[in-house]
């Protein structure tokens, strides 16, 4: 008996919270098998407040990678932080030419916390390699806005707006994570499968333990996708494991605090409510 196999293109987070490393622990959270193909790491300096390093790997090692993992039969994949043009179109084209149904890109464009654009160009690679195969594609507001070429949606009328523009650009569903970046008592997403627009909301929580929250959700996305559940499914319930693991969100250190990411089996998850717009 074997499992649905889950593969995360994406860079590793040397902290453990984000990245393929909080891939890995949401795919296991979900009963399926994870692989990853390594595009870059991400490395933090408790030295200098936390700083950022991040270290493509040669592209012929993501390449070889990727040739390893499509090998065995993917029945989900996800990208991350995919830090070139070069890496965004080997990725793009690797996840095309396996011909996986179930494609999630999770358009990581800056870190929490950092507001440096990886690089500009990386949008329009996202927009030509990446959304074309997307059965869902996971925006934050600012990576929403950067897809869709509008400002910063700052509303559900403008999350509206900006998931119409991204399914244009070949993306078949979005999910905006508002999180907590829309004046709300909720916490709140936007999904949108084409034709309806659907609010998922929880509670918000005061924490900044959220590190990896992003990963976090469309890593369960993708599992929930290879287990076969239908895609408004799958968003349904990898709301309520990240909600979770917010709930639950640990102090690592001085500078960060990453979410729990077995939170939801061991704890229960807060209520999730779905309300069609
Ligand atoms: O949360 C975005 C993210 C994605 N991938 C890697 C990261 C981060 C943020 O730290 O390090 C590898």
């Known amino acids: 008996m074997g499992l649905p196999k889950?593969?995360?293109?994406?860079?590793s987070d040397a902290s453990g919270g984000a990245g393929l490393e909080a891939d890995l622990k949401a795919f296991q959270e979900h009963d399926t098998y994870g692989m990853a193909a390594v595009s870059v790491i991400a490395t933090m300096d408790p030295d200098n407040n936390w700083a950022h390093g991040?270290?493509?790997?040669?592209?012929?090692?993501?390449?070889?990678?990727?040739?390893?993992?499509?090998?065995?039969?993917?029945?989900?994949?996800?990208?991350g932080m995919?830090?070139?043009?070069?890496?965004?179109e080997t990725a793009g084209k690797a996840i095309a030419d396996a011909q996986v149904k179930?494609?999630?890109?999770?358009?990581?464009?800056?870190?929490?916390?950092?507001?440096?654009?990886?690089?500009?160009?990386?949008?329009?690679?996202?927009?030509?390699?990446?959304?074309?195969n997307a059965l869902i594609t996971t925006p934050n507001l600012f990576e929403a806005g950067q897809l869709a070429q509008v400002k910063t949606p700052k509303s559900i009328e403008e999350m509206k707006l900006a998931a119409e523009k991204?399914?244009?650009?070949?993306?078949?569903?979005?999910?905006?994570?508002?999180?907590?970046?829309?004046?709300?008592?909720a916490a709140l997403d936007l999904?949108?499968?084409?034709?309806?627009?659907?609010?998922?909301?929880?509670?918000?929580?005061?924490t900044t333990y959220n590190h990896g929250a992003g990963c976090t959700f469309a890593a369960s996305i993708t599992a929930n996708l290879?287990?076969?559940?239908?895609?408004?499914?799958?968003?349904?319930?990898?709301?309520?494991?990240?909600?979770?693991?917010?709930?639950?969100?640990?102090?690592?250190n001085e500078f960060v605090g990453p979410v729990h990411h077995g939170a939801k089996s061991r704890f229960g998850a807060p209520e999730v409510t779905i309300e069609a717009l």
């Not at 995919?82 to 965004?88: A, G, H, K």
């Not at 290879?226 to 690592?252: C, D, M, N, P, T």
Request: with cysteine; glycine share 8%.
């Open 54 to 79: 991040v270290y493509t790997l040669p592209i012929d090692v993501l390449k070889a990678q990727l040739k390893t993992a499509f090998s065995t039969k993917i029945d989900a994949v996800k990208t």
């Open 82 to 88: 995919l830090s070139t043009e070069e890496v965004i």
């Open 191 to 206: 999904f949108f499968d084409g034709t309806t627009h659907y609010l998922l909301k929880t509670a918000k929580v005061d």
């Open 102 to 132: 179930n494609v999630v890109i999770d358009p990581v464009m800056v870190c929490k916390g950092e507001d440096e654009v990886l690089n500009p160009g990386n949008v329009t690679a996202m927009v030509r390699y990446l959304l074309p």
């Open 226 to 252: 290879a287990r076969g559940l239908s895609v408004k499914e799958a968003v349904f319930e990898a709301k309520e494991f990240v909600a979770a693991g917010i709930e639950h969100g640990w102090k690592l």
């Open 6 to 11: 889950t593969l995360t293109i994406a860079g």
């Open 166 to 185: 991204i399914t244009q650009l070949g993306a078949k569903n979005v999910v905006i994570k508002g999180g907590r970046g829309i004046a709300d008592d």
